[in-house]
Nanobody
Framework: QVQLVESGGGSVQAGGSLGLSCAASGSIFSINDMGWYRQTSGEERELVAVVTGPGVPEYGNSVKGRFTVTLDNAKKTVSLHMSRLKPEDTAVYFC???????????????WGQGTRVIVSS
């Protein structure tokens, strides 16, 4: 069984910075992709940033140039550094991972429990 444990988040004023981290644990053979999505009340979950297998980062349009995502494959941890935060970045941020469990290609895809980020104006 794979678990995703998130840390970080909290409250910050507009223009400030925050960091999020997500560690995957369990019997993981390799990581296909791992990253962050966010969701506000009444809205669908949207992509924030994800690192794909080859290590290529992908960003949602609203965070490009402000957020940086990094994946440490050895530690199975994905980090998100958020800078120049805006009130519209306020949301619950969810870690997401798609991993291989063995050399046969068995995969697992799941979510963390979410961590709240509040940006005040």
């Amino acid at each position: 069984q794979v678990q995703l444990v998130e840390s970080g988040g909290g409250s910050v004023q507009a223009g400030g910075s925050l960091g999020l981290s997500c560690a995957a644990s369990g019997s993981i053979f390799s990581i296909n992709d791992m990253g962050w999505y966010r969701q506000t009340s009444g809205e669908e979950r949207e992509l924030v940033a994800v690192v794909t297998g080859p290590g290529v980062p992908e960003y949602g349009n609203s965070v490009k140039g402000r957020f940086t995502v990094t994946l440490d494959n050895a530690k199975k941890t994905v980090s998100l550094h958020m800078s120049r935060l805006k009130p519209e970045d306020t949301a619950v941020y969810f870690c997401n991972a798609d991993v291989r469990l063995d050399s046969l290609g068995t995969t697992w895809h799941g979510w963390g429990q979410g961590t709240r980020v509040i940006v005040s104006s």
